[in-house]
């Protein structure tokens, strides 16, 4: 420990020290990454499971750092938040998505995960237009995700970003539903096109009765708002089986497969005839 000042211990160990030393090179690491070009998307399939038919995929983002390797974005999106990174790198991943996706049979939506602090920006819609029409992308392809718990930030915002980007046509979800505290009159007042029920109530509900019984109300739910639902994180014939019963539903999970990059994803839809 160092000594500031009159009997002022500062508890600066070497453990922080590093650790600090590590937040500095990630902090570094991702701002060079977005000028570099190191974000890339990856995709996962998203099944409609009346038909069993692919519809779509969910962009990923993940970093290929030189010195770290594939980085994940539950490290990297928070850090990229708070040093204002954020919105580089998703206009950088985004614009390659909507460039990869034009090589998919037109059928296939793409949709994007965005940031709370994204939705803050007043220009987003306008950014995210732009970004549509420099690609040729048609809007009623994209869907924008947003998590439930970015909706306490500022509602009145949030709609009125949801509402302007619904006039150009682009489909808005509410990602990770159950997770976020979201009240119901909220919920009402806001015009999402879909739920996503979260992996924590999918992919235990052959033990969990509970949360079988959570998952059946929110699909109720969903259908009396007129907001079909997505079930995330289906791993397995049996939790698919769970979910058999219902009407309307879209899946997604590693039982389609894991995300991947865009050449592998091509190669796929290529044996599939999607292309
Ligand atoms: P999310 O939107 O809820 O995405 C689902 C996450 O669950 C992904 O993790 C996916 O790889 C993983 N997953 C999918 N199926 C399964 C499964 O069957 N089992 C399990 N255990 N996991 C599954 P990933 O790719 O690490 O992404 C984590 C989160 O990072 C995402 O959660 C999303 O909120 C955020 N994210 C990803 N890309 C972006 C981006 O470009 N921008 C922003 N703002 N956030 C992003
Ligand atoms: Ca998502
Ligand atoms: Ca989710
Ligand atoms: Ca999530």
Sequence with gaps: ?????????????????????FRGELEAGIRRGVSAGEFVPYYEKQIDLATGELVGFEMLARWMSPT???VGPDIFIPVAEEIGAIAELSESVIRQALRDARAWDPKLTLAVNISPVQ?????????LLKLLVEANFPP???EIEITESSLHENVGLVRSMITSLKNQGIR??????????????QLRSLPFDRI?????????MPESEENRTIVKSIVALGQGLGMPVTAEGVESE????????YDGLKAQGYLY???QPADITLEGLRQLHMT
């Design 119 to 127: 939705l803050r920006d007043p220009w987003f819609a306008q950014k």
């Design 68 to 70: 770290l390797g594939k």
């Design 238 to 245: 049996e939790v698919l089986a769970a979910l058999g019963g």
């Design 257 to 259: 497969g894991h995300p």
């Design 1 to 21: 420990a160092k000594r500031q000042g009159r009997n002022q211990i500062a508890w600066f160990t070497p453990a922080m020290e590093s650790e600090l030393r």
């Design 172 to 185: 808005v979800s509410l990602d990770d539903f159950g997770t976020g505290y979201s009240s119901l009159a």
């Design 196 to 204: 996503k029920i979260d992996r924590s109530f999918i992919s235990s």
């Design 140 to 142: 009623h392809r994209l």
